[in-house]
């Protein structure tokens, strides 16, 4: 009887799934009986196992995430470029026209998915960029939590699938830690890339922790690839479990550069841009006016006084900027079609009307790195280097192909975030923060194609989700104690376009823009452009504006003079809330925090000047690997070399559009240095290695007489046991940056090749000898 008795108590707490204490994470297990019987004949039938479940009814979830695109660029927002996928699900849900992101890609995502401010998560600025105060760390503390695991620790399965950028830089290699890589920060299964940006034709692609080389299909793109792993995880975890409510996480690398397309989708846009960006911002908000989705009364904000009119470009400048505008469309056309691939399937398998569904256009405003003329190659932004029109235009038939890694002109960032004036990293502007929303929920939302204009932030999403789904906000989260998530519910939104706005104040910050939102007040400083890395002014001289934004949508209005008082008291809130939630001190400092000695934060490598590497080595991000930019360098290459010679890559860091190889080809071994993609230099033996062991030596010297020279040349020697066979000059070289995600790889060249003689990919640049070991070593 006793055994009998405990038994029934355990079912009864096991299956009580609403009395469960939902507000300390993981959900502990009930006490296990305790048995006197002898024999398993003599005791009832044990009770199920243990398992938590969500509340009754919960519904799936799908975060779906497009990256730098502005308010006015969708067409369900009143933009040239179509989204029928996003116009869809706008006219069976809610559209929202005044929610905010943080301006930048990865404190938007870190907000997004935790619910508190990007400070508090200690995301100021994107991963790459992080520095040693706190707030600026680039380490998601145990404290902040995120949904994900909130919900999986509720019942949930949960995938993760695209573009992650939250894990600090200098924790993405080999050794971890892995505790803010997807699959430790709630997710079951992730997808995608690490970093902020990929190739989208020669991707590098994580499945949990492991790199993967992305599926060899005709015309292969990331997208594409991402959205068929999406479909596949969930239709085998409905199938498997159809009563497990999912959370998904997707988040395109588009529409961020490289402005990588298929031509198909580009020249859906042909001539369409012809008439200019200024003409389009005129249309775009007659558009959004007809639309509703801003007030009749908003005006069209001036463009900032450094992006030309159109009408006084060159002919070779339009014809140049309006093909970079078509390829900048059609991807975001071909993502949203990606988009209308997933809703599909979610259709197919009926669980549209179970499925809350929150489709954000945009991480942030559009990006404006792209300079004044745009980019052949992005990283030449990264690099302080400024492309040329005439260097540009022979380009123009490979623009977005994988030959290119470009961006776009800055005007048309401005244009497709009209009605707004500035772009992506300014935080005081809502061309850089305002982005369109859908919420789509059929099960939850009755109202179909309205409007809510109530102030909303991306950290009001995690909320949102727990009140929807009936969960409470943890207070304890494995084993640590968390920070209150400082977002709103919108919930109270969905049945009532009227409602009384109840997220009333946040303050926003990047760069040293900074602005403050209160009860329909917007105070706010413009501190640097987008297109401005140096020689900021001081940020005490920095003049405030001051609008009200519930009469003036755009920003036109600069009511400073008028009311002081309200401005002063506005400018001492956002100091009180830039205190509370560690954004001070502010660091404006934007490319020279690339560089992890003048941000503070940690390197990997430290103060080592030498790295033993062996054959294996492959797919090391750059900042994780040895920093061998402005100083000199020797490569020792312990080798067996095969009879008949050898071929292929020895050591390699970066890819097609910068960084250095050294390797053999028949037989003989060449250094090539490859700057920026826009010009190669190569030293090679003119005699080859017989068989046998062989030690390479490849030594480079610097030209800069410090590391503080940036950028400059170096001589180039290359020796077989000791003997010299061949010397060179490197003219110059990348000062900052070879690659967001091209790597350092021993034996291969993981992705694009550096070199242009060596074929592409893992097994055709595959070195045909024996590598032994190699040492870097850096002076």
């Known amino acids: 009887m006793i055994a009998v008795a405990t038994m029934a108590l355990f079912s009864q707490v096991s299956t009580a799934q609403d009395k469960l204490d939902r507000t300390v994470l993981p959900i502990q297990e009930p006490e296990r009986p305790k048995f006197s019987e002898l024999d398993v004949r003599n005791v009832e039938e044990i009770p199920p196992f243990f398992e938590v479940k969500p509340p009754k009814e919960a519904p799936n979830v799908i975060i779906v995430l497009i990256d730098d695109i502005g308010f006015g660029g969708p067409s369900t927002f009143g933009g040239p470029i179509q989204t029928p996928t996003l116009d869809r699900l706008a006219k069976s849900g809610l559209l929202y026209n005044n929610f905010h992101t943080t301006a ?109 080389t992305p599926p060899k299909t005709e015309g292969y793109h990331f997208t594409v ?142 990006s404006a790195e792209g300079g004044f003329v745009g980019m052949y190659n992005e990283m030449t932004y990264f690099n302080n280097v400024t492309e040329k029109v005439e260097d540009l235009l022979p380009l123009i038939d490979k623009w977005g192909g994988p030959e290119t890694f470009p961006h776009m002109a800055a005007g048309w960032a401005v244009a497709f975030d009209s009605p707004f004036t500035w772009t992506k990293q300014v935080a005081s502007d809502f061309g850089g923060t305002r982005n369109g929303m859908i919420i789509h929920w059929p099960n939850g939302i009755k109202e179909k194609g309205g409007i809510r204009s109530q102030f909303a932030h991306v950290i009001d999403i995690a909320p949102t989700i727990l009140e929807a789904v009936g969960l409470p906000e943890p207070k304890s989260v494995n084993g640590t104690p968390q920070i209150p998530i400082e977002g709103t519910s ?151 070399i095969p009879e008949g010679g050898a071929d292929g ?25 490859n700057y920026l993609g826009l010009e190669r230099f190569t030293v090679a033996s003119s005699s080859s290695i017989p068989a046998g062991p062989a030690t390479v030596v490849l030594d480079f010297a610097y030209d800069g007489k410090s590391q503080e020279d940036l950028g400059k040349g170096g001589k180039v020697t290359i020796s077989v046991d000791g003997k010299s066979v061949a010397k060179g000059q490197v003219e110059k070289t990348q000062p900052l940056i070879f690659s967001a995600d091209e790597t350092a790889d021993v034996g291969l060249d993981n992705q694009t090749p550096v070199a242009n003689d060596i074929g592409i990919g893992r097994e055709e640049t595959r070195f045909t000898g024996k590598i032994k070991k190699i040492t870097l070593e850096v002076k």
Request: one cysteine or more; aromatic letters at 12%.
């Open 104 to 212: 930048l890609c990865s404190p938007t995502r870190m907000a997004l998915k935790c619910g508190r401010n990007h400070h508090t998560a200690n995301t100021g600025s994107i991963m790459e960029s992080s520095t040693g105060f706190p707030g600026n760390t680039g380490q998601v503390p145990n404290s902040v939590a995120p949904l994900a695991e909130m919900l999986r620790l509720n019942g949930y399965s949960t995938g993760a699938f695209g573009k992650w950028h939250e894990t600090a830089a200098w924790e993405t290699s080999v050794s971890g830690p892995f505790d803010r890589w997807p699959t430790r920060q709630g997710f079951d299964k992730f997808y995608g890339f690490i970093g902020g940006e990929t190739d989208q034709w020669f991707p590098l692609v994580y499945d949990g922790v492991t790199r993967v």
């Open 490 to 640: 919108l919930l109270y939104t969905f049945a009532d376009a009227d409602a009384e706005e109840r997220h009333t104040t946040q303050y926003f910050e990047m760069f040293g823009n900074r602005a403050l939102y209160h009860d329909g007040w917007f105070a706010r400083t413009i501190h640097r452009a987008p297109w401005q890395s140096i020689n900021m002014p001081p940020l005490e001289t920095d003049v405030w504006d001051l609008y009200n934004i519930r009469d003036d949508f755009s920003l036109t209005n600069n009511l400073a003079k008028d009311h002081p008082e309200k401005l002063a008291k506005l400018q001492a809130l956002f100091m009180s809330e830039a205190k509370k939630y560690n954004v001070l001190p502010i660091d404006d400092r934007v490319i020279a925090r690339m560089n992890p000695a003048i941000a503070g934060r940690p390197d990997i490598l430290g103060d080592r000047t030498s790295l033993t590497l062996y054959d294996g080595m492959d797919g090391m991000l750059e900042n994780t690997f040895m920093n061998v930019k402005n100083r000199s360098m020797t490569i020792t290459a312990d080798l067996v």
């Open 649 to 673: 890559v020895i050591l390699t860091q970066g890819g097609r559009f910068g960084g250095w190889c050294l390797y053999m080809k028949n037989g003989k071994p060449i250094y090539t240095y």
């Open 225 to 366: 690839d991402m959205t068929n792993q999406a479909i596949g995880w969930m239709k085998a975890q409905q199938s498997i479990t159809p009563d497990k409510p999912f959370f998904m996480y997707y988040a395109t690398g588009a529409v961020h550069a490289p402005h990588h397309v298929p031509k198909k989708w580009a020249d859906k846009y042909k001539g369409k841009f012809d008439k200019g960006w200024d003409n389009i911002r005129l249309e775009s908000i007659a558009r959004q006016k007809k639309l509703g989705v801003i007030p009749s009364n908003t005006k069209l904000a001036p463009k900032p006084e450094d992006i030309k009119d159109w009408e006084v470009l060159t002919p070779d400048e339009r014809r140049l900027f309006a093909r970079q505008a078509e390829v900048f469309a059609g991807f975001l056309e071909q993502t949203d079609h990606e988009i209308g691939r997933l809703t599909a399937a979610v259709e197919e398998i009926g669980e549209m009307d179970n499925t809350l569904f929150i489709y954000i256009a945009g991480d942030n405003g559009t």
